[in-house]
C-alpha cells in the first residue's frame, strides 16, 4: 500500500509517526528477549502524548532477528499465526553510549538510539541492511489513515541488490519494482495474482526477511519508495524477521527452519502422473484404455490421478464415487494397483449443496457461518456451495474420516485443489478473524489432508497435489502450478512461478504439461515433456482434452517414453537430492542464483539446476532454438557426452529428444540400471559417472535407498592423471566410469 505522494508529501489524511527516538533499552531477566520504548520526536524534554511504539527483539532460531513493534496492546482478536519453530535463544546485548548491538550467532542488530534512530543489520561483518531512513527517522512507522491504523517497515535496499521470492508469482523474476499483495487468489498463471503468497523475500546479498503476519501484507518493492522494501500491514502491530547466512542456501536453510522442512515424499511419487483430465467423459473402460496404452507403448506410467469428475455432478466434495460411472470402486482400484499404480484423487475443502455430506456437515455445525448464524454460501463453482471450518475439531476429524474411507477403498494420495476461495464475511468456530485466515486456511486444509495420510499409510507415505498455500505450506509436499495455459509463454511463466515459489521455502515443485487451458499444438506438447520429466513431479493434465501422448502423435510417444526412463534411471541421483531437501530445506529445483555466485546468474528465470550438478534449460520456441547461459567451468550434456566450457552465453538447436541439460565439473552422478519405475533397489547395477574431476579437485556422493537412509558413499579425488575412489556402503554391484577426462581410476 503506498502511503506517500512522491518524496516529501504524505497523501491527504495520511499522518505518519516514525521512530525518532530510543528513550528506554530493557534487557529480560532470562536475556532472551529486548525491549525498546520509542517516542516519535527528537526532542529530550518528557512528554506524555503518543503515539510510541514498543519493540521487542528476540531470536527464534540462530541467525534470525525478530523485531516486533506495537502501537496500542488492546486488540483482542484472535490470530491465526505461522507455526514457527521459535527457540527464543538467549542474546548477546552490548550497549555503549547511543549504540546497542543485540547478536544471535554471527547475525546482529546495531541500535542507534538517537540522532538519528537506526536499525542497522550484519552477518559477520558483511552488511545486510537497515531500517531505512527519512530526515533522521527510522522508518518503522505507525501510520493514521482515513481507512484505520497501519504499520509500516521499510529496509534499505542497496545498488545492485535483487530481490526474489515471494511465493509462487508469474510476473517478472526478480521482483524490484513490484507492488506485491499477500492475497490468495485463484488467478491462473498469467497475472500478478497467486495461489501461494508467502510474505518471504530473499537477497542476493545473502539474508531474507520473513513478514511473520498471517494477514494481507501489502509489499512495496522499490516501487513507491525506490531503493526500500517497505510492507504494511493494518492494524497496530507489525512483526518481521531478518535472517541472515554465508550463502543464499544458507537463508533457504534457516528460514525453512524456523518455518518447517519439507517431508519427505515417497519415492513413487517421482515417477510419471497421468490424470482423467478435467472432462466429463471418462469411466473406468476410459480410465483403463489411459493406462493400458502407456503399458502397450513401454511408457512407465507409476500414478493415475481421478479430477474430479470421479464424484456426482454439483457434489464436489461429497467424496463419493460415481456409481453410474465407476459401479466397481474397490475392485477397480485393487485392478490398478496390480498394474503396478499408486491411485490419487481430487478433492477440496468445499461442498456442494446437492451432496449428502453437505446436510451432514451443516446438521452438525462444521461449515463456515454468517455473522447471524447462517451457513454462508455462494453458486461459484458448485451450486449452493459451503466451506468446510477446520478451526472446528469436530469438523477436522469428521473431513478426516471421509479421506480414510476413500484410502480403505484403495485411494493412496490426494489432490488438494482450491483453498483460495475463501470468505471473509464469516465466522469461524474458534473465533478467528476472518481476513487473518484468508490466507492462513490453505494451511489448515493441506494439513488437515497430510495427516489424515499419515495416520493412515505411515508416516513416510504421504504426498499431496497441492495448488493453494501460505507460510509453513512446504512441510505439505507436492505442489503445483495451477492453471496454465497451453502456450510457450505459459510454459515460460509457470517456471518463471515455480522458481520464485522455490526461493521462497519450497523444496518440491511440479505443473501441467502441456498446458492446463486449450489444448497444446504436438510441439509445445513434446517440448513441454521435456521440462516436466526434468522436474522435482511430473503430470501430465489438462482441461478440455486427454493428455496421454499418442492423440498428439507418434513421435510425441517416442518423446514421452524417452524422457520417462531418463527420469527413472536418475532416481539415485534425484532422490539423494530429494533427501538432502528434506534435510535442509534447499530446494531441488534450484534457481540459477543458489548454486553460482555468479552475476550472470542472478536474473536467469528460464533454466535452472535440478539438485547441485544438473542444469536444465527448456526449449521455448517452436523451432528448437534456445539460449541458455553456462557458469564458468565444464559442463558435460548429459544425453550426448559432449563436453563444452561455461562463462557466458550459447545458441543451440535442438530436436525433440534434447535439451540443454548439461552435468557440471567435479560431479559423481550415480545412475540407475532400471528405467521402468522410479522406485526401486538403486545400488542394484548402479553406476557412478565422473564427471570432468579437475586436478587436485574432489567430489563426493552419497546415494539413499527408498526409506531415505543413506546406503552408499562415493568419494574421488585427482592427482595428475589419476583419480582415486573410494567406495563404502552397499557397493557389491557398483560400476565406476568417467565422463570428460582420460585419466586411470584407482580403487582404494
Not at 541500535?111 to 537497515?130: A, R, V
Request: charged letters at 25%; aromatic letters at 12%; a negative charge.
Amino acid at each position: 500500500m503506498k502511503f506517500n505522494l512522491g518524496e516529501w508529501r504524505m497523501k491527504p489524511g495520511y499522518t505518519t509517526y516514525n521512530c525518532e527516538q530510543i528513550r528506554e533499552v530493557r534487557l529480560s531477566a532470562d536475556r532472551r528477549e529486548l525491549y525498546l520504548f520509542v517516542v516519535p520526536y527528537r526532542r529530550d524534554e518528557r512528554s506524555m502524548d503518543g503515539p510510541v511504539q514498543e519493540l521487542t527483539i528476540t531470536a527464534p532460531q540462530r541467525d534470525a532477528m525478530r523485531l516486533q513493534t506495537v502501537h496500542f496492546k488492546g486488540d483482542r482478536r484472535k490470530y491465526p499465526k505461522f507455526d514457527l519453530d521459535d527457540q527464543r535463544l538467549e542474546l548477546e546485548v552490548q550497549e555503549e553510549g547511543n549504540l546497542v548491538t543485540v547478536s544471535s550467532g554471527d547475525t546482529r542488530l546495531v541500535i542507534q538510539k538517537k540522532d538519528p534512530c537506526g536499525f542497522t543489520y550484519y552477518y559477520k561483518d558483511h552488511k545486510l541492511t537497515n531500517i531505512g531512513s527519512r530526515y533522521g527517522s527510522a522508518m518503522l512507522s505507525y501510520i493514521s489513515t482515513p481507512e484505520g491504523p497501519y504499520m509500516r517497515g521499510q529496509l534499505q535496499v542497496d545498488v545492485g541488490e535483487k530481490l526474489y521470492g515471494l511465493g509462487e508469482r508469474f510476473t517478472p523474476f526478480v521482483k524490484n519494482g513490484q507492488v506485491v499483495e499477500m492475497w490468495n487468489e485463484d488467478g491462473g498463471t498469467s497475472s500478478d495474482l497467486s495461489y501461494k503468497n508467502i510474505p518471504f523475500y530473499l537477497s542476493n546479498r545473502n539474508y531474507g526477511v520473513l513478514v511473520n503476519e498471517a494477514r494481507p501484507v501489502s509489499f512495496e518493492v522499490c516501487s513507491e519508495a525506490v531503493t526500500k522494501v517497505q510492507f504494511s500491514v493494518p492494524g497496530q502491530r507489525l512483526d518481521f524477521i531478518v535472517i541472515g547466512a554465508p550463502d543464499r542456501k544458507g537463508v533457504l536453510s534457516r528460514y525453512t527452519a524456523l518455518t518447517g522442512r519439507p517431508a519427505l515424499p515417497p519415492a513413487w511419487t517421482f515417477g510419471l502422473w497421468l490424470t482423467s483430465s478435467f472432462t466429463t467423459s471418462y469411466d473406468e473402460d476410459t480410465v483403463n484404455s489411459f493406462v493400458d496404452g502407456m503399458a502397450q507403448r513401454d511408457i512407465p506410467l507409476r500414478v493415475f490421478h481421478f479430477d474430479c469428475f470421479w464424484m456426482r455432478e454439483n457434489e464436489w466434495c461429497g467424496f463419493e464415487w460415481d456409481q453410474h460411472m465407476f459401479p466397481d470402486v474397490e475392485g477397480m482400484l485393487a485392478r490398478m494397483h496390480s498394474k503396478g499404480l499408486q491411485v490419487c484423487v481430487w478433492i477440496n475443502p468445499y461442498l456442494g449443496q446437492k451432496s449428502a455430506v453437505f446436510d451432514e456437515a451443516a446438521e452438525k455445525g462444521y461449515l463456515l457461518k454468517k455473522p447471524n448464524g447462517d451457513i454462508w454460501q455462494w453458486d461459484l463453482w458448485q451450486a449452493g456451495l459451503a466451506v468446510v471450518d477446520f478451526t472446528n475439531p469436530e469438523a477436522v476429524e469428521w473431513y478426516k474420516g471421509k479421506l480414510r474411507e476413500l484410502m480403505r477403498q484403495g485411494v493412496d494420495c490426494f489432490k488438494t485443489d482450491f483453498g483460495e476461495r475463501i470468505p471473509t464475511d464469516v465466522v469461524y468456530y474458534d473465533g478467528s478473524d476472518p481476513v487473518w485466515m484468508h490466507n492462513y486456511y490453505t494451511y489448515l486444509y493441506n494439513k488437515v489432508v497430510f495427516e489424515a495420510i499419515q495416520e493412515v499409510k505411515g508416516e513416510q507415505a504421504a504426498c499431496l497435489f497441492a495448488r493453494s498455500a501460505t507460510v509453513g505450506g512446504q512441510k505439505f509436499p507436492v505442489h503445483w502450478g495451477g492453471d496454465c495455459n497451453s502456450t510457450y509463454v505459459s510454459m515460460s511463466e509457470s517456471l518463471r512461478g515455480g522458481l520464485s515459489l522455490c526461493l521462497s521455502g519450497f523444496g518440491f515443485w511440479s505443473h501441467d504439461i502441456g498446458g492446463f487451458e486449450g489444448t497444446a499444438t504436438p510441439d509445445l506438447y513434446k517440448r513441454w515433456l521435456a521440462v516436466g520429466l526434468l522436474s522435482s513431479h511430473s503430470r501430465l493434465h489438462g482441461s478440455t482434452s486427454y493428455r496421454v501422448p499418442w492423440l498428439f502423435g507418434e513421435e510425441a510417444v517416442e518423446v514421452c517414453r524417452y524422457f520417462s526412463k531418463l527420469k527413472n534411471s536418475l532416481m539415485p541421483y534425484l532422490y539423494s537430492q530429494t533427501v538432502e531437501t528434506h534435510q535442509t530445506g534447499v530446494p531441488m529445483m534450484r534457481a540459477m542464483l543458489l548454486e553460482f555466485d555468479d552475476l550472470g546468474c542472478e536474473d536467469l528465470d528460464r533454466q535452472y539446476m535440478l539438485g547441485d550438478s544438473i542444469l536444465v534449460t527448456p526449449v521455448m520456441r517452436e523451432d528448437g532454438v534456445v539460449d541458455y547461459y553456462l557458469p564458468q567451468g565444464a559442463w558435460t550434456h548429459l544425453l550426448s557426452g559432449q563436453t563444452v566450457f561455461g562463462g557466458g552465453w550459447r545458441r543451440d538447436q535442438h530436436d525433440f529428444f534434447s535439451l540443454p541439460v548439461f552435468v557440471r565439473e567435479n560431479t559423481i552422478l550415480p545412475v540407475g540400471s532400471r528405467d521402468d519405475r522410479p522406485d526401486y533397489d538403486y545400488t542394484d547395477g548402479l553406476t557412478l559417472r565422473i564427471y570432468n574431476l579437475q586436478d587436485g579437485a574432489a567430489a563426493r556422493r552419497t546415494v539413499c535407498d527408498t526409506e531415505g537412509h543413506e546406503v552408499l558413499t562415493a568419494e574421488a579425488c585427482r592427482t595428475g592423471n589419476t583419480i582415486t575412489v573410494k567406495l563404502t556402503g552397499k557397493i557389491e554391484s557398483v560400476q565406476v566410469e568417467q565422463v570428460g577426462t582420460g585419466c586411470q581410476i584407482a580403487l582404494a
